[in-house]
């Protein structure tokens, strides 16, 4: 049972969201935060969050700035914003009545997540699938546009049959991010997806999370998945993983 919902973003904008139900009496609820330029309906977004409501946990998936069905252009958006947007998406959650236990990012929304837990309302725990050490790691995606962004102002930028404009300030706040300080002061539970063959964003970055992390914290490796979970199985196999270990942080309704 899905609902389409639309919540203002921490610059004003609108969001699209989709909240995934469950059928029958919620174990808990959670965020989820797509990847990259990736949005709600993604492959992973959308099968994870399905698959969690279909083990008890409502979830809000939303696009971000300028993708899919949310207002804005993506380009004047950031890492920060990517942030700030899933903490209003959690006082969304909470503004209704049904309060996000955890949160869940996948890739670049894994690092979000991360950044962004200590700020939401009502957040026990958090799950990270194939997500960097270093936000700025999104750079390999537009290293081919970033020195005319950087010398211009602005670039178009193909991505996955779109063109979007990437900004200068986008490519020097995302250099800015820094997650270490974040996830040392996280100090919520925190569980680690990540695929040994991960081609986009290696298992080197799974380790140094982990090792910066304090407890407790939990490392799941998803072996024989790609990156964007696009395989058979992969993305409910990782959800099935997140819905038993969060068991313990779930509150319902």
Same mark, same amino acid.
């Given at each position: ?10 610059? =004003?904008?609108?969001?699209? =969201? ?5 059928? =029958?009496?919620?174990?808990?609820? &959670?965020?989820?935060?797509? $990847?990259?330029?990736? &949005? ?25 700035? $300028?993708?899919?069905? !949310? ?9 920060? /914003? ?6 209003? @998406?959690?006082?969304? *959650? ?11 990012? /996948?890739?670049? $929304? ?11 309302? =009502? ?9 960097? *050490? ?9 290293? @081919? ?5 950087? !010398? ?5 930028? *193909?991505? &996955? ?18 997650? /270490? ?12 997806? /990540? ?6 964003? $290696? ?51």
């Amino acid at each position: 049972m899905a609902e389409r919902v639309t919540f203002p973003s921490s610059t =004003g904008e609108n969001l699209a =969201g989709i909240i995934d139900r469950p059928a =029958g009496e919620p174990r808990g609820w &959670g965020v989820f935060s797509h $990847g990259f330029t990736l &949005g709600k309906d993604s492959p992973a977004a959308a099968r994870i969050c399905k698959q969690l409501a279909e083990d008890g946990v409502g979830m809000l998936r939303f696009d971000a700035l $300028g993708l899919g069905d !949310s207002e804005g252009d993506w380009g004047d958006g950031s890492f920060t /914003h990517k942030v700030n947007d899933v903490i209003r @998406a959690c006082e969304f *959650m909470a503004e209704r009545g049904t309060v996000a236990d955890i949160l869940v990012g /996948h890739s670049f $929304g894994g690092a979000a997540v991360i950044a962004a837990a200590r700020q939401s309302p =009502g957040v026990r725990a958090v799950a990270a699938l194939g997500a960097p *050490m270093d936000p700025a790691h999104a750079e390999r995606h537009y290293d @081919a546009v970033v020195d005319r962004v950087l !010398s211009e102002g602005s670039a178009e930028w *193909m991505v &996955g049959g779109r063109t979007l404009t990437l900004k200068r300030a986008f490519v020097e706040d995302v250099r800015a991010a820094a997650l /270490h300080e974040k996830i040392r002061g996280l100090r919520l539970p925190l569980l680690i997806l /990540h695929s040994p063959t991960d081609n986009t964003v $290696g298992i080197a970055n799974a380790s140094e999370i982990f090792r910066t992390a304090r407890h407790p914290r939990s490392f799941v490796s998803l072996e024989g998945s790609d990156h964007l979970l696009t395989g058979p199985g992969q993305a409910r196999r990782a959800a099935r993983i997140i819905g038993a270990w969060a068991d313990a942080y779930l509150v319902g309704e």
